[in-house]
Structures are given as structure tokens and as C-alpha cells.
């Protein structure tokens, strides 16, 4: 199998022809979408039924478990180029050392990763990170910085009746508790609230909701940074995200508002 995968993979009239099979299609429609000559897709027609990925019955070519179990190890390596692409050159400059192995392998799922530098204030949460949030019904996340600017939004975002689930590090509780502790004791009233305390001081911190996913590291330095957050919108990502919540909830405690009363 190792060769013929390797036969597949430097083959992209195989990998078309493959693509182009959802269920059983017409032997002549399939060539008219490939815009192969007759020769040529003859040519790759047997080589796909050699390799036992494709079956004719009559005139219609009909894909076999072996060809969709291979366009899914194909899809895989696709989205982890696309996610090269954009993230590659991060690799050796961001500490990644908190992000569990688990998720790391599926760093594909990050396929549609984008770069969303910011140019103007880099100190204060930027308009599109919070448009975002506006428009989610469902917020997680895992802060390791605090903005001003969060305290009065997220409770506005408590009040219109949203699922927030919030886990910041030991430091930004205690912040929140020095500057803002009236406000933050309202905001834990909400029902649909709850706010947790890490007993790890983890290197990243994102935001996932029903609408998309965001993320930003520290360098390998130690120091964060403010200037680039990176956003993903589709299933897979929203998935990846969820799967780090509760992976760092699993390492966090919910804050106790009766305690934080006394």
C-alpha cells in the first residue's frame, strides 16, 4: 500500500477522478468534467481500477471503499498544507509546548486558518474580535490577558442571555478582583455564566464560539503577542477549539461566588 499511495499521491489526474466520484457517475459525464481526451482518461480510468479504487458497471463508474478511504488520508494532507501555509512560519517562533500532542496530530483541522494582524491599537481588543462575539449565542474561552474593554462587553454579553464559560489564569483573576471585583460578582449572577481559574498558567489564549474560533500565542521569549490573533471559521475548527477548552478546564476550577462575597 505504501507504493500505491505514493502512486496516487504524484498522480493528480487519479486524485481528480477520485474527487469527481460521489456515488455512481456517468463514464462519459466523468470524462466531460475531468476535460480529459478519451485516450487520457481511458489511460487513468484503468489505472484507478488497477489500484482497486474505482469499479465500472455498464456505463457508469462507481468508487470503492479503498478510493474513499484514500481521498480521506488526501483531504487530510490537503489541510494540513493549507494550514502550513498560513501557519508554518509560526511554528519555531511561538511556544506551542501547552497544546497537547492529541491536538497538535490535528492541527489539519485548522485548515482554514487566517492571520488577522492588527495595525491599530494592539492594546485593546480589536473591532472584529468583538463583532464576533456580538454575534455568538455560545462563548468559551481561556484568557491569559485582560482588557479593559472586556469587563463592560462581556457583561452586556451576560445580560442578553449568552453561554459564556470563561477560564483565565490566576493573574487575571486576581486583576479582575483588584479593579473590578463589583462588576465581576454581577456578572457571575447570570445563570448562563460560568467563570473558571487554571491551576496551569497555559501559553495561548483563545476564544471559540458557535460562530468561529480565534487564537493567540506568546512567543518563545515569554512575551505575547498582541499584534496577531488566528481565526478559523468552519466545523472542524470550532471542534479543535471546543476540544482545547475543556482540555485546559480539565486543569481549572469554577470560581465559588460565595466565597469571593466574603
Not at 253 to 258: A, G, L, P
Amino acid at each position: 500500500m505504501k507504493d500505491e499511495f505514493a502512486t496516487i499521491l504524484s498522480s493528480p489526474r487519479l486524485l481528480e477522478l477520485l474527487k469527481e466520484l460521489r456515488g455512481e457517475v456517468e463514464r462519459e459525464k466523468l470524462k466531460e468534467n475531468l476535460n480529459l481526451s478519451k485516450s487520457h482518461f481511458a489511460q487513468v480510468l484503468k489505472k484507478a481500477e488497477e489500484l482497486g479504487l474505482v469499479d465500472k458497471r455498464e456505463d457508469k463508474i462507481l468508487v470503492l471503499p479503498k478510493g474513499k478511504t484514500v481521498l480521506k488520508f488526501v483531504d487530510v494532507i490537503e489541510r494540513y498544507g493549507r494550514f502550513l501555509e498560513v501557519f508554518g512560519e509560526y511554528l519555531n517562533v511561538y511556544n506551542l509546548d501547552d497544546i497537547p500532542d492529541w491536538l497538535m496530530e490535528r492541527f489539519y483541522e485548522l485548515g482554514d486558518i487566517m492571520v488577522i494582524e492588527r495595525k491599530e491599537d494592539f492594546l485593546s481588543p480589536h473591532d472584529e474580535f468583538l463583532e464576533n462575539i456580538a454575534s455568538s449565542k455560545e462563548i468559551y474561552g481561556y484568557a491569559t490577558v485582560l482588557f479593559d474593554e472586556y469587563i463592560e462587553f462581556f457583561l452586556e454579553m451576560a445580560e442578553k442571555g449568552k453561554k459564556i464559560d470563561i477560564i483565565v489564569n490566576r493573574e487575571i483573576l486576581r486583576r479582575i478582583l483588584e479593579n473590578y471585583k463589583k462588576e465581576f460578582l454581577r456578572g457571575l449572577r447570570y445563570d448562563n455564566v460560568k467563570f473558571y481559574v487554571s491551576r496551569r498558567d497555559f501559553k495561548f489564549s483563545f476564544i471559540v464560539t458557535d460562530k468561529y474560533f480565534s487564537i493567540s500565542f506568546y512567543f518563545r521569549n515569554g512575551l505575547f503577542d498582541y499584534k496577531r490573533d488566528f481565526v478559523c471559521r468552519s466545523e472542524s475548527a470550532k471542534r479543535w477549539g471546543l476540544d482545547l477548552f475543556n482540555y485546559v478546564k480539565s486543569n481549572a476550577d469554577i470560581v465559588d461566588i460565595e466565597k469571593l462575597k466574603g
